[in-house]
């Protein structure tokens, strides 16, 4: 898994990240996701094509902590995204932009590494039923607000 690369399940997972906290909808299930901290800053890197290799070690660039434990931790939380659907897979090779990267990592102003916390996915499904009724599933590719033109959906 440590080469292996991934991408955002669109369009049915759409997500935000706002004040250092990323904000993730699966929009086929309902629920809802929150991350925060080294969480949010993984999401961000696996947003721009990181690999999971490339993500534990910018992590351990960013962050002050125990290798292995990053490590861990980080390989754990891809197969969560995976597993709950918010990330898939892709084929093929492709280099990590390092314009985009400077979006990503948090600014240290000289000071000392921030210490390295675990990161956790919180899931809410408070809202399921609302999301699931919501009319943006009736659209093709395109997107809201263009509805659906396939009669079969």
């Known amino acids: 898994m440590n080469n292996q690369r991934?991408?955002?399940n669109t369009p049915t997972v759409?997500?935000?990240?706002?004040d250092g906290e990323a904000v993730i909808i699966n929009l086929d299930s309902g629920n809802y996701y929150s991350?925060?901290?080294?969480?949010?800053?993984?999401?961000?890197?696996?947003?721009?094509?990181?690999?999971?290799?490339?993500v534990q070690n910018l992590v351990l660039q960013t962050y002050q902590g125990d290798a292995n434990e990053v490590d861990r931790c980080v390989q754990e939380l891809l197969a969560q995204l995976?597993?709950?659907g918010?990330?898939?897979?892709?084929?093929?090779?492709?280099?990590?932009?390092?314009v985009q990267l400077n979006q990503v990592l948090p600014?240290?102003?000289?000071?000392?590494?921030?210490?390295?916390?675990?990161?956790?996915?919180?899931?809410?499904?408070?809202?399921?039923e609302l999301l699931l009724l919501d009319p943006i599933h009736d659209?093709?590719?395109a997107g809201w607000p263009k509805p659906n033109q396939d009669p079969q959906k």
Request: no cysteine; charged share 20%; hydrophobic share 35%.
């Open 6 to 8: 991934f991408r955002v």
């Open 139 to 141: 659209v093709d590719e």
């Open 107 to 128: 600014s240290n102003n000289n000071h000392e590494k921030p210490s390295f916390n675990p990161p956790l996915l919180n899931k809410y499904s408070d809202m399921q």
């Open 82 to 84: 995976q597993q709950e």
């Open 14 to 18: 759409t997500h935000e990240t706002i």
């Open 86 to 98: 918010l990330i898939v897979p892709v084929d093929g090779e492709g280099a990590l932009n390092l």
């Open 35 to 54: 991350l925060i901290e080294v969480g949010s800053f993984i999401w961000g890197l696996v947003e721009k094509g990181s690999s999971a290799s490339e």
